[in-house]
């Protein structure tokens, strides 16, 4: 996977410069943070500090960036998260990153298809912009539960994907799963998914019968983001060139490990998660 | 130009003399590598590392982790490679480090703990052990030793017996005598108590009606359990002559100073981090401002001074007028 640029993730204290709502209860903040946007790739995060400091951090995928600016776009979902959206332009707020593994796109195929489902797509605007930049054929397969919640699907139909949507109340696309329209495309050369846990493991059993290899990435409750508490684990297959350093031989009688999200992933290999 | 003193801020611990009395807890700052982008090591007193085993440990079934009001829920079971790989493969990494690092060692008897100490107390890269006698998180009898006075002694003083180097050993919450389980780990010869660990908990998903995590119980950390930790200090304070680490929920300055008021020679710092890598170093600082302001010169004027004495009638007769 593509790896944090360490020399670069540090904490930074930057200052909202914009504010969308960008579905009913989605909000995206706009940040001018010239180091971060320049080290972020696809599928890296940040861990971003609530103003009130009196919870803990909350990794937040970071959804766009260009030479000044990036963009953080969530939920809300709980207390820290409602703190976060409530930020304005102006507003000061510290976050630390980029971090985590994010997707490989080292070796840019002629046609790519990510898979994205509710707020799932903060994590793949950036690798559909690598992958197009690199001349790969792009189709964004793009669930929410209805079609207020199709957030920017039209946008990355003008950066040149091919977009098909799909909704759980039919008011656009299909009416279902998006793993559905997965099912009915060819194998495509890279697969990319980013999403809730049910559609991760559907998208996993179809790459399986397809007879590809998926990169997902997962979500999970952090704690630390960077590795230190192993809060956020998920088990992995023993021999995966993600798993942590462990012994080889006797793992309990187990041959998973717990590999952490945020330290290894967050992106993993859909055939070497045991989950 | 008048030199204006720094305060000193060093602690000693049994042996162990550190520039600062901040300790990162166990389990929550990985073995200090993991923060060395977001925080300056050299401005910490100690790294605790995660606690090791014998044998390795997988760690508990995820969920792990919860937020809750105020705090946070664990339940990570003490996943680790166990001390034959953790001595090969990961101490050698500890080496020049730019902070103290701190051993912990945990088991599930009395031999293991005294041979994980022995073996881990044997490295140079190693300046101190913790003895995790208070795991809330693993099955069966995992926090046996801390809540029973017997147990504590007869385990602290067989680590005793394997090493000369600063025996720190963390007591639990979760016990209704924790001034008698201090003297126990003080006569069995532990050189300084870690006060406390986490505090049982359970979170409950009222949709699934399921416990939310994995391991169905954990360990509350965060400000939820200050007050419960602060009364812990000061009555271990009021039992024991040896040190005292202070730990459970501090973030701010006024925090770590509750603590040294109540008692504590130095403070634990864990799930602070998780919400701003720098609260440690803004800690240090503020200390040394507070000693300052108040024209204190060494952190250990601070130590157990929390005025706890009865008003007397005039005081509160001036009160009222």
């Known amino acids: ?275 | 130009m008048t030199a204006i003193a720094m305060p000193d801020l060093s602690v000693r611990l049994g042996k162990l003399e550190l520039p600062y009395p901040t300790l990162m807890g166990s389990g929550c700052y990985g073995s200090g590598d993991e923060f060395a982008s977001f925080a300056d090591l050299r401005k910490i007193g100690a790294v605790v590392l995660k606690s090791v085993t014998r044998e390795p440990r997988l760690g508990n079934p995820t969920p792990r982790l919860v937020h809750v009001a105020a705090g946070m829920l664990n339940a990570i079971g003490l996943q680790n490679p166990g001390i034959d790989w953790y001595l090969e493969h990961d101490v050698p990494k500890f080496a020049g480090r730019p902070c103290v690092l701190i051993g912990s060692v945990a088991g599930f008897s009395i031999d293991d703990y005294a041979y994980v100490c022995e073996r881990l107390a044997s490295r140079d890269e190693i300046a101190a052990i913790e003895v995790n006698i208070s795991c809330p998180n693993v099955a069966s009898e995992g926090e046996t030793f801390a809540c029973d006075p017997r147990l504590t002694e007869k385990v602290v003083r067989a680590v005793r017996s394997t090493t000369d180097k600063t025996l720190i050993v963390k007591l639990s919450p979760n016990v209704t005598d924790i001034a008698g389980i201090a003297r126990a780990a003080e006569a069995a010869g532990a050189d300084a108590l870690a006060v406390v660990n986490t505090v049982r908990g359970m979170a409950i998903d009222v949709e699934t009606w399921r416990p939310r995590l994995g391991n169905v119980t954990g360990g509350l950390s965060g400000p939820a359990i200050r007050p419960i930790a602060v009364l812990a200090v000061y009555e271990v304070a009021r039992a024991v002559k040896i040190p005292i680490v202070g730990q459970g929920g501090i973030e701010t300055v006024s925090d770590a100073l509750e603590f040294l008021l109540a008692g504590a020679s130095a403070i634990g710092i864990g799930t602070a981090n998780f919400t701003d890598p720098r609260v440690p170093e803004r800690i240090v600082a503020g200390l040394s401002d507070y000693l300052q302001r108040r024209g204190l010169s060494t952190i250990a004027e601070l130590t157990g001074k929390a005025n706890v004495g009865r008003l007397s009638a005039a005081q509160i007769e001036g009160d009222a007028g």
Not at chain 1, 80 to 101: I, K, V
Not at chain 1, 177 to 196: H, M, N, S, Y
Not at chain 1, 203 to 219: H, K, N, P, T, Y
Request: proline share 7%; net charge neutral.
């Open chain 1, 1 to 275: 996977m593509q790896p944090a640029l360490d020399h670069n993730a540090r904490v930074h204290v930057t200052s909202v410069i914009d504010r969308r709502v960008v579905a009913p209860g989605v909000i995206s903040l706009g940040f001018r943070a010239p180091e971060l946007a320049r080290a972020a790739r696809g599928g890296h995060y940040v861990m971003a500090v609530p103003p009130t400091g009196e919870a803990a951090a909350v990794a937040l995928g970071i959804y766009e960036a260009d030479d000044n600016r990036i963009s953080l776009l969530f939920f809300l979902t709980g207390k820290r998260t409602r703190e976060l959206g409530a930020l304005r332009p102006g507003d000061e707020l510290s976050m630390f990153g980029p971090l985590g593994n994010g997707f490989d796109l080292t070796k840019p195929p002629k046609r790519a298809t990510i898979v994205a489902g509710g707020v799932g797509i903060a994590s793949v605007l950036l690798a559909a912009e690598e992958l197009l930049r690199a001349g790969s054929r792009v189709e964004l397969l793009y669930g929410a539960r209805s079609s207020a919640y199709l957030v920017d699907a039209k946008r990355f139909a003008r950066l040149g994907c091919d977009v098909a949507v799909s909704t759980d109340d039919g008011s656009a696309g299909h009416h279902g799963f998006v793993t559905q329209l997965l099912e009915q495309r060819k194998p495509p050369e890279l697969l990319l998914a980013c999403g809730p846990s049910p559609m991760l493991r559907a998208v996993a059993a179809s790459a399986a019968r397809m007879g590809v290899r998926a990169q997902l990435s997962l979500e999970e409750t952090f704690a630390c983001g960077v590795g230190g508490c192993w809060g956020c684990v998920v088990p992995l297959s023993a021999e995966s060139a993600q798993a942590p350093s462990f012994p080889p031989g006797d793992r309990g009688g187990s041959d998973v490990v717990y590999a952490r999200i945020c330290k290894e992933g967050p992106v993993f290999w859909s055939d070497e998660l045991r989950w």
